[in-house]
C-alpha cells in the first residue's frame, strides 16, 4: 500500500511560487497604499515594464497628479471598494508602453499575512472576446455591404430624435429606380459596386444637419435630418439629385443611377414614429409610380392615391387571371404598294366596368407590381393564336410584339418564345420582337445572348423609336437587328422641317449600309408618306394607314389587296 505525504510548507510555497511565474495571466502583487511589491512575467509583457522599474510604485504607475481624471476617478472606486469590501473586479481598457490598448478583466482581492494587508491583483487580456463582441454587434447594425447604419438602428435614432427634439425632424426614404432591372442586366455583385461607389457620394456631400445615413437594404436608403424649418432640407435634397446627375463608371460604361425620394416631417405630418415612417414611404411609392427620379413630400391626397394604386393592384392580377388583356393590331405597310406587311400588337385593357382601356391607364402599374412577363405571356398567346387563324386563311403576315428588360430577364423568357411556336404551329418569321432601348442601355452580355438565341430561332428583332436615344448608334453595331423604327417624333415635321427631312434620310441610308429595313412610325398624312417613299422608305405605319384595331377588323384589312385612304380608321 502507497503512503500519502502531503506537500511541505517549503515545497507547496515553491510550486505555487513557479506556477504565479508560469501562469499565462498577469499577477501582481500590491501593498496597502497600492503600491507595486511584485509582479509576474505575463504582466511584464502585458504592460511593457520589467518589476525592477515597477516594484514601489503606485497602482497607476504614475503619481496621481500626472493621471487623468477618469483615471483618479477609477483608482479612488478600486480603494473604496477595497477598504469596504476587500475586493474588486471589473472590465476596463488599460494602456500599455508601446500605446497598444488592451481590453481587460481584472479583480483584486484583499489578503492578510501576518497582520499584514497585501493586495492580489490577477489581470486577464479579453482584447479578443471583446473585438468579436464589438464585431457581432456592428454586424447586428450595420448592413454588411455598405458599412452604413441598418433599419434598426435608423429606427431607434430617429425614435430618440423624435423624444427630446425641440425642432422639426425630417424623414427622408430614398430608392434606387430601376433596381431590379440593374441587377437583371449587369448581376448582384456588379450593382453592389454602384451602390458602394453610390454610398461614397452621398457621404463626400457632407449634408448639412444629417444625423443618420442609413442603409435599410438593397436599393433601399433613410436619412434622418433636423432643422428649425424642416423645409431647409430642400438645399440638402437639391444636392442629392444634382449628385446622381453624374454618370457612374462601371467596366468602362457610364451608368446612371436615378433616386425617388420620399419626405414626412415632425410635427406637421405627426409626433409618432411609424406614422412618420409610413407616410414618407407612401409618399416614395408615389414618387416612384409617377416615373421616379423626383422628390416627393407626404400629403393627404397621396394617401388616398396609395389605396387607389393598392385596388388598381388587385384589378390587374385579377385581369391578368380572367385573361381581360388583348391585342390590338396596327397595321404596318409596304410604301410602295400599300398592301400590309404586317401589324403591331398594342396591349388593350377589357375592362368589366370601365370599358376598353389604353396603356397609359395601366402600363406604369403593370411594371411596378412585376406583372410585364405575366401580361408579355397573356399577349403573346394570343396573338400565336391569331397568326395561326390568319395562316389557315393563307395570310402570311407578321406580328410585331414589344419586349423590354422586365419580359428579357425574365428566366423563363427565351423557353416560353420557344414552346410558343411548337404550341400553336407557326414559325418563328411570323412573331417579331420590338426592343426598348431600356432593354439595351445596359449593355449587359445577357441581354445581347438573349437577342443572339432570338434571331437563331428566326425571330425577327426590331429596335424600337430609332433616333431618341443617345447610345443608339452604337445598339446598331452590338446587336443583331432586322429593322429599326423612326421615331414618330422625326416624322411628324419631314414635310416642312429640312432639318427633320435630312436626319431620316440619314437614318434610311444607314439601314441600307447594314442590311437592315426602316419602319417609319407615326404617318399621319399623304405628304409625309409620299416623302418617305421618295427618300427610300421601304414600311410605315401610322393613322394614316389605320389605327389599332381588333382581331376582327385586322382580318378584314386582310381580306384587301391595300388600304387606300386610310379606309380602315
Known amino acids: 500500500m502507497t503512503t500519502f505525504a502531503p506537500l511541505s510548507p517549503s ?11 508560469r501562469l499565462e495571466d498577469a ?47 477609477i483608482l479612488k472606486d478600486i480603494s473604496n471598494r477595497l477598504d469596504s469590501e476587500g475586493f474588486y473586479e471589473n472590465n476596463f481598457a488599460l494602456l500599455n508602453r508601446y500605446g497598444r490598448t488592451l481590453n481587460c478583466h481584472i479583480s483584486y482581492r484583499r489578503i ?8 492580489i491583483g490577477m489581470v486577464r487580456d479579453i482584447s479578443s472576446v471583446v473585438e468579436d463582441q464589438q464585431q457581432v454587434a456592428h454586424l447586428l447594425n450595420h448592413n454588411q455591404l455598405t458599412g452604413l447604419p441598418n433599419r434598426k438602428v435608423f429606427l431607434s435614432q430617429t425614435n430618440d430624435v423624435l423624444m427630446d427634439s425641440f425642432q422639426e425632424v425630417v424623414i427622408i ?3 434606387i429606380d430601376r433596381y431590379r432591372i440593374l441587377v437583371n442586366n449587369l448581376g448582384q455583385d456588379n450593382v453592389d459596386e454602384l451602390i458602394k461607389e453610390f454610398v461614397a457620394r452621398v457621404n463626400a456631400l457632407e449634408l448639412n444637419q444629417l444625423l443618420c445615413f442609413s442603409h435599410l437594404g438593397g436599393d433601399d436608403f433613410g436619412l434622418l435630418f433636423e432643422f428649425s424649418d424642416a423645409h431647409l432640407v430642400r438645399h440638402e435634397l437639391d444636392s442629392l439629385m444634382h449628385m446622381c446627375e453624374r454618370p457612374f463608371v462601371l467596366n468602362n460604361t457610364s451608368i446612371y443611377l436615378q433616386i ?31 416615373g421616379g427620379d423626383d422628390v416627393c413630400w407626404y400629403n393627404d391626397e397621396i394617401n388616398h392615391e396609395s389605396i387607389d394604386s393598392l385596388q388598381l393592384e388587385t384589378e390587374l392580377r385579377e385581369a391578368i387571371s380572367a385573361k381581360q388583356f388583348v391585342p390590338y393590331y396596327q397595321p404596318k405597310v409596304t410604301l410602295e404598294s400599300g398592301a400590309i406587311a404586317g401589324f403591331e400588337a398594342l396591349v388593350r385593357w377589357q375592362h368589366p366596368t370601365r370599358g376598353l382601356l389604353q396603356p397609359k391607364d395601366f402600363i406604369e402599374a403593370i411594371i411596378k407590381h412585376k406583372l410585364s412577363f405575366d401580361l408579355f405571356c397573356q399577349m403573346a398567346v394570343q396573338i400565336a393564336e391569331q397568326l395561326r387563324i390568319w395562316e389557315s386563311m393563307n395570310f402570311t403576315q407578321h406580328v410585331c410584339i414589344n ?22 404551329s407557326i414559325q418563328p418569321h411570323q412573331l417579331h420582337i420590338e426592343v426598348t432601348e431600356s432593354s439595351l442601355m445596359l449593355r449587359h452580355a445577357s441581354v445581347k445572348q438573349q437577342l443572339i438565341a432570338l434571331k437563331e430561332l428566326g425571330v425577327c428583332l426590331s429596335l424600337d423609336d430609332f433616333g431618341t436615344g443617345y447610345a443608339s448608334l452604337s445598339y446598331l453595331q452590338e446587336y443583331p437587328f432586322d429593322f429599326i423604327k423612326i421615331d414618330k417624333s422625326f416624322i411628324d415635321k419631314i414635310v416642312n ?16 449600309a447594314l442590311d437592315m429595313s426602316a419602319v417609319a412610325e407615326g404617318i399621319e398624312t399623304e405628304q409625309q408618306r409620299d416623302l418617305l417613299l421618295q427618300m427610300g422608305c421601304e414600311y410605315g405605319q401610322g393613322y394614316w394607314f389605320g389605327r389599332p384595331v381588333s382581331a376582327d377588323i385586322a382580318t378584314k384589312m386582310l381580306s384587301h389587296a391595300s388600304l387606300p385612304d386610310a379606309r380602315f380608321n
Open 112 to 119: 492578510y499575512v501576518d497582520k499584514t494587508v497585501y493586495y
Open 403 to 424: 419586349a423590354d428588360a422586365a419580359e428579357f430577364s425574365h428566366i423563363e423568357f427565351f423557353d416560353f418564345v420557344t414552346n410558343l411556336f411548337t404550341h400553336h
Open 173 to 175: 426614404r430614398a430608392n
Open 497 to 512: 422641317n429640312r432639318t427633320q427631312s435630312a436626319i431620316v434620310k440619314a437614318i434610311l441610308d444607314l439601314a441600307t
Open 11 to 21: 515545497v507547496k510555497q515553491q510550486l505555487m511560487s513557479e506556477l504565479c511565474e
Open 260 to 290: 425617388s425620394v420620399g419626405v414626412s416631417y415632425y410635427p406637421k405630418d405627426g409626433n409618432q414614429l411609424s406614422s412618420l415612417l409610413n407616410k414618407a414611404e407612401k409618399a416614395l411609392h408615389y414618387a416612384k409610380e409617377h
Open 27 to 73: 499577477v501582481f502583487i500590491l501593498d496597502a497604499n497600492l503600491r507595486y511589491l511584485s509582479i509576474n512575467p505575463a504582466y511584464e509583457i502585458m504592460i511593457g515594464f520589467e518589476e525592477p522599474y515597477m516594484i514601489g510604485r503606485p497602482l497607476g504607475i504614475y503619481a496621481a497628479e500626472f493621471l487623468s481624471k477618469k483615471e483618479q476617478s
